[in-house]
């Protein structure tokens, strides 16, 4: 066990052998830290939260009460491999959020990146992968497998079915089920998930230039209309255009995956 000089561990918490704490640290009470755990410099475990398994935190990350980060994958085929689960600096994992290590034969990692906001209840399921300033809103379900682009938000009580891929800067409405993928930059809302535009709001947040968000409107258009699949039309586009943040979308569309993919209306 390696425990930093400069780490604040309460009396009343639990940190088993072999795990290493980092300069300033702060460890509550009733907390649990396992013997594979690795908690970068200054990452906060709050009363009653749980960091087990075989689980590296990044710099910063504050994990608030309750939380359960580490544990073995929901996964009938688990059989007690030694998987892992990586989370970036800076996350917020709030109460109640639960973060499941890899399946063998999945990879065996699950990975956050940085600056990610996992509120209250919300669930990152085995092999999944996020992507920076992910927000996931209450009660959100990321099933395993799932890959989750930067700067993506999803909605409170919605859920992304296994191996859904979804694109940078999307945006998932509240109470949403989204089983097939979202292009990057989409807006999908309603039960069953529909993708019924851009994230304008989110573009302009971030200041992409009023040029080239028309380029994405009039590539959704073509998208949307027109002679041949989907595909065949995210082909031509791709031929078509010189703009970086349609070249993004129909590379997305045109890699691998394991589901189709969420169509215009």
Not at 67 to 84: H, I, M, W
Not at 132 to 154: E, S, W
Request: with cysteine; charged share 20%.
């Amino acid at each position: 066990m390696t425990i930093s000089p400069e780490a604040r561990i309460h009396p009343a918490a639990v940190v088993e052998p072999g795990a290493v704490i980092g300069a300033g640290c702060v460890i509550g009470p009733f907390a649990l830290i396992g013997p594979e755990v690795v908690l970068a410099a200054g990452v906060e475990v709050k009363s009653h939260a749980v960091v087990t398994g075989w689980t590296d935190i990044g710099e910063g990350t504050v994990v608030f009460p309750f939380a359960c980060v580490g544990e073995v994958p929901q996964d009938l085929k688990f059989n007690g491999e030694r998987t892992r689960l990586i989370v970036g600096a800076r996350c917020r994992i709030r109460e109640g959020a639960t973060l499941n290590t890899g399946t063998e034969g999945g990879g065996g990692v699950t990975r956050v990146g940085d600056d990610c906001l996992l509120m209250t209840g919300a669930h990152v399921g085995h092999d999944a992968v996020l992507g920076n300033r992910v927000i996931l809103a209450n009660q959100v379900a990321i099933a395993g497998h799932c890959q989750i682009g930067d700067d993506v938000i999803v909605g409170g009580l919605s859920g992304i079915h296994q191996w859904v891929r979804v694109g940078r800067g999307a945006i998932i409405g509240a109470v949403t089920m989204v089983t097939n993928d979202v292009l990057p930059y989409g807006l999908v809302q309603g039960p069953r998930g529909v993708l019924d535009g851009l994230n304008l709001v989110g573009l302009k947040r971030r200041g992409v230039e009023r040029g080239d968000i028309s380029a994405m409107r009039a590539a959704f258009q073509a998208l949307s209309q027109g002679e041949g699949s989907f595909l065949d039309r995210a082909r031509r586009l791709a031929e078509e255009t010189d703009s970086p943040y349609v070249r993004e979308m129909t590379d997305f569309i045109l890699s691998a995956s394991d589901r189709s993919f969420l169509t215009p209306k």
